[in-house]
């Protein structure tokens, strides 16, 4: 090639010979004058194809790099507000660097927590690590932006490539909002980002509920689809009966997630024209039959299919899962949406979970209290229908009383990986008794000896592992290494052994000094 070539066109002939490879394709020429004459000239050996083009590469390198320009300076970052908090210990910042890495990855929601109970700062070198973690997991960003503060937003605004943002309280380079002044504070809603007019959002609930729902009231109706569902989600901060005629507007959304995210903020409400309007359709499709001869009576249920067009604007799904009719579905999402006080004028709780236990629907009815109770946290529903099934939801609202029972009936080989088991141990009250705690070790011990455990339990051994109190792990690791199992179990046993001392290990570098 023999005609004069730029530096830029010089630097890809070059590339492409590489590529290519000497023997298929000569050397570039020379480049154009104004580039600088003669610059690859002394380099042209016929001898040595492969080494004279080594030497071109090298001199269009420095000849690019010597012309370049620098880049213009951008504009000023803002300042970063000063946030006093106590540095991350050295041991746990290494630790949370491992666990980012991909070792004991589930670990990470427990470990940021613990950093922001103890009131820690997120060493900055894993700052960018976490903000990437969060694009996989969106479920983490509330508790990443409350574990590193306002550098977090300060440095997603000056590296906009990392393609990160979140609802947080910081805004204007990490100033808190409470700080900001009235006229920043309209000026952010008037022509801030979403996540701006959130943050702005979630502290005038805090502060001043009404002005917040006042401003959704005026300009929710021209807020694109995913920014209306996000700033309806703010009513959730001090949800009460005044945000109802609003939430009721939200129903007739265009959008199906703005709907639904208007559907969970009225199922919260203790009583609504949603929750009446529920109930009446529950009283609709069940009424007590007087029993006949046997004097027993009975729950006569009807079921509605297709759906009303009523029915699906309060949320009910009309997509039922394979093997499930529509009515079936639809009488489940109705019964778990129903304020149980509202069963009480057929007849008595007792008496209703008798009669649902009896009937051919009986699993539903059971599976849609219990739902109901888990959400309207009913202590009495929820220890009527554990008689009659073993629902994991039902943990969440069972007493301390009814717990510590519950934890004592699990505790066993056969029962304590069962998705019920592994609930009551999430909500049993901390810290354990010794019976209990003695109970739980002698279980975890006998599922290996007893070979009730094995490769597909390990998700389940390390959800068990993330429940236990953190005093347990290490006795129980202790008596699980001096266990001799055939393979592959022992690898079942040493990988629940090292996650059981790695989140000991975090815990205890996390703690207080006192407590240590």
């Known amino acids: 090639m023999n005609a004069p070539v730029s530096l830029g066109a010089a630097w890809a002939e070059l590339v492409s010979t590489a590529l290519l490879g000497t023997d298929r394709r000569g050397a570039p020429g020379r480049p154009a004058p104004s580039a600088g004459a003669d610059l690859l000239a002394p380099f042209a050996r016929a001898i040595d194809p492969a080494g004279s083009l080594l030497d071109q590469v ?101 590296l906009p490539q990392l393609g990160w943002s979140s609802p947080s309280v910081f805004v204007d380079g990490g100033r808190d909002i409470a700080a900001l002044d009235v006229a920043r504070r309209e000026e952010l809603w008037s022509h801030g980002s979403v996540t701006d007019r959130l943050a702005l959002l979630r502290h005038l609930r805090a502060v001043e509920p009404a002005d917040a729902r006042a401003r959704l009231v005026q300009t929710l109706g021209s807020e694109r689809a995913e920014h209306r569902a996000v700033l309806l989600g703010a009513l959730g901060q001090g949800l009460g009966p005044d945000d109802e005629p609003l939430l009721e507007r939200a129903l007739d959304d265009r959008s199906a997630v703005v709907r639904a995210t208007a559907v969970g903020l009225l199922r919260r409400l203790d009583q609504s024209q949603w929750t009446d309007r529920m109930a009446a359709r529950a009283r609709a499709m069940v009424r007590v039959e007087p029993g006949v001869g046997d004097g027993v009576d009975r729950l006569d249920i009807t079921l509605v299919a297709p759906l009303p067009a009523a029915w699906e604007r309060d949320g009910i799904d009309a997509a039922a899962p394979r093997g499930v009719s529509i009515g079936v579905h639809a009488l489940r999402q109705v019964f778990a949406a129903t304020p149980l006080a509202a069963w009480t004028a057929l007849a008595d709780p007792p008496t209703l979970v008798a009669m649902a236990s009896a009937h051919e629907l009986g699993p539903v009815l059971i599976a849609a209290w219990a739902e109901a109770a888990a959400s309207q946290r009913d202590a009495r529903w929820a220890r009527l229908l554990l008689e009659e099934a073993e629902i994991p939801a039902l943990a969440a609202a069972l007493d301390e009383e009814a717990l510590s029972a519950a934890a004592a ?35 975890v011990v006998g599922a290996f000896i007893e070979r009730r455990v094995g490769r597909h339990s390990a998700p389940l051994l ?55």
């Open 58 to 158: 090298s001199a269009v390198h420095a000849a690019r790099r010597a012309g370049a320009r620098p880049a213009a300076v951008g504009p000023r970052l803002c300042p970063l507000t000063v946030w006093a908090r106590v540095p991350c210990p050295t041991p746990a910042a290494r630790r949370l660097g491992v666990v980012l890495a991909g070792r004991h990855g589930d670990l990470l929601p427990e470990l940021l927590a613990l950093l922001v109970h103890r009131g820690l700062a997120v060493p900055p070198e894993h700052l960018c690590a976490l903000m990437d973690r969060t694009r996989a997991e969106p479920g983490l960003q509330a508790l990443v932006v409350q574990a590193a503060g306002p550098v977090l937003p300060w440095l997603a605004d000056a």
């Open 409 to 443: 009936r699990v505790a066993r080989p056969e029962q304590l990986l069962t998705p019920f088991g592994l609930a009551v141990l999430g909500a049993a009250p901390r810290p354990w008794p010794q019976e209990l705690a003695h109970a739980v070790t002698a279980a």
């Open 462 to 516: 390390r959800r068990m592992g993330r429940l236990l109190p953190p005093e347990q792990l290490e006795p129980i690791a202790e008596e699980l290494s001096m266990l001799g199992l055939p393979p592959p179990l022992d690898g079942v046993r040493d990988e629940l052994c090292d996650l059981l001392v790695f989140r000991a290990a975090m815990v205890r570098e996390l703690a207080p000094a006192e407590a240590t």
